[in-house]
């Protein structure tokens, strides 16, 4: 109200205060940002670029596969491919040294000596004698079977395989006893073929094998032949497998006696813990061409169930 108005006179509005806004906080500056980085990529260095490297023929390929598992050929090897080493070499001039390799000639002429089987030895055997070819004394090809053996026929009516024991003359005879999967002791493996004899098989300690020559050499006379085949040994490229054999000509054809360092002829790969001697017809099949390890393994777990009672 105006207290100094005239009467009659509306009183004066008072002024009108005049709001003034708050003066507005001057917003925070932005935090700078940093400045952009340029990435430059650095591409890797070329390789050196080299002509290509063609494979091998097949054929070339194919045949170093034959040789690489060409370790179980039998006497008559077949012809070596061109610029091939030949399979069959002679032994070489040094074998491993033997307690016994020291012997006089001489001694030769004793069925008692257990000489070493150098190649000296050997060479120095005597003529091929007249004995005939036999495993122990009394196995003999185109024997019937006895029935001391364990046999057993993969198929009906077809070849009967049988492990049985070998005698041997009483000097040598423990050098033939082995403890294999195959079998335990002095025995062989004879496969009857119509109800003869056609081949026989047979294992010994690789270490035996240097007397094992010599016995036979004294017994027989020189080898016909000593060669050398090449094993599929896992570090050793270069291993091979000597050989020494008889051979013996008769109404039925040639009869091979043989003994061989190492088993290279039951499985791919071969057994160095164990030699082989085998007896066999040159035309003949060879046994583990026939049948394989299985069925020995199987026949046995048959054989020892039937033996205890504990068959099904």
């Not at 700078?32 to 390929?61: D, F, K, N």
């Amino acid at each position: 109200m105006d207290l100094f108005a005239k009467p009659g006179e509306p009183a004066a509005e008072a002024p009108k205060e005049t709001e003034t806004a708050a003066p507005s906080p001057n917003p925070e500056p932005a935090p700078p940002q940093p400045a952009p980085v340029t990435v430059t990529e650095i591409a890797p260095p070329a390789a050196p670029v080299s002509a290509p490297v063609e494979p091998p023929p097949l054929e070339h390929r194919v045949a170093r596969l034959f040789d690489l598992f060409d370790f179980s050929k039998g006497p008559a090897a077949s012809t070596p491919r061109e610029g091939k080493e030949p399979i069959s070499l002679p032994l070489p001039d040094h074998l491993p040294p033997h307690p016994d390799a020291l012997v006089e000639p001489a001694a030769l002429a004793r069925t008692d000596a257990p000489v070493s089987a150098t190649p000296a030895v050997l060479e120095q055997a005597r003529p091929r004698t007249s004995t005939p070819l036999a495993v122990g004394i009394r196995h003999r090809l185109g024997k019937e079977p006895d029935g001391d053996g364990s046999c057993f026929e993969r198929v009906a009516e077809g070849p009967r395989f049988c492990i049985e024991f070998v005698r041997w003359p009483g000097e040598i005879e423990p050098f033939f006893a082995a403890s294999s999967q195959l079998y335990k002791g002095t025995k062989a493996v004879v496969r009857y073929v119509g109800g003869r004899a056609d081949s026989i098989f047979g294992l010994f300690p690789t270490e035996n094998f240097e007397r094992i020559a010599a016995h036979f050499a004294r017994v027989l006379g020189g080898p016909d032949r000593r060669h050398s085949l090449p094993m599929a040994v896992i570090g050793d490229p270069g291993a091979r497998n000597q050989v020494v054999m008889w051979r013996e000509k008769t109404d039925g054809g040639v009869t091979i006696f043989e003994i061989r360092r190492a088993d290279d002829l039951r499985g791919m790969m071969p057994d160095t813990d164990f030699g082989v001697f085998r007896l066999y017809r040159e035309s003949a099949v060879p046994i583990f061409q026939t049948v394989d390890m299985s069925d020995f393994v199987v026949h046995s777990i048959r054989a020892t169930s039937v033996a205890t009672g504990k068959t099904r």
